[in-house]
């Protein structure tokens, strides 16, 4: 069983920055691949940002890119998402999850935070 907590959000103006952290418990293997997901009320859930926690190239949607960073610390089993020049449209519930190499799916999720920046 993987456990998934989420922190860091809150409110901001744009233009502004939050750093979002997903602490990960439980059987979290090398071989997982972590990813961000946003969901705004109304809308679907989108992808926002992936990496393994082995290491490799990091994964964004186009919404993000050049303004998020996605990073990890193995030895704090945490997940980071730094996000930089937040929009309006950035409002959103911000999920953690975690899926196996072996697997499309996500399996484990985190409770969420919520990010909303005001313009």
């Known amino acids: 069983q993987v456990q998934l907590v989420e922190s860091g959000g809150g409110l901001v103006q744009a233009g502004g920055s939050l750093r979002l952290s997903c602490a990960a418990s439980?059987?979290?293997?090398?071989?997982?691949?972590m990813g961000w997901f946003r969901q705004a009320p109304g809308k679907e859930r989108e992808f926002v940002a992936g990496i393994w926690w082995s290491g490799g190239p990091m994964d964004y949607g186009d919404s993000v890119k050049g303004r998020f960073t996605i990073s990890r610390d193995n030895a704090k089993s945490t997940v980071y998402l730094q996000m930089n020049s937040l929009k309006p449209e950035d409002t959103a519930v911000y999920y953690c999850?975690?899926?196996?190499?072996?697997?499309?799916?996500?399996?484990?999720w985190g409770q969420g935070t919520q990010v909303t920046v005001s313009s």
């Open positions: 999850a975690a899926r196996s190499r072996f697997s499309v799916s996500y399996a484990y």
């Open positions: 439980g059987r979290i293997f090398s071989s997982s691949y």
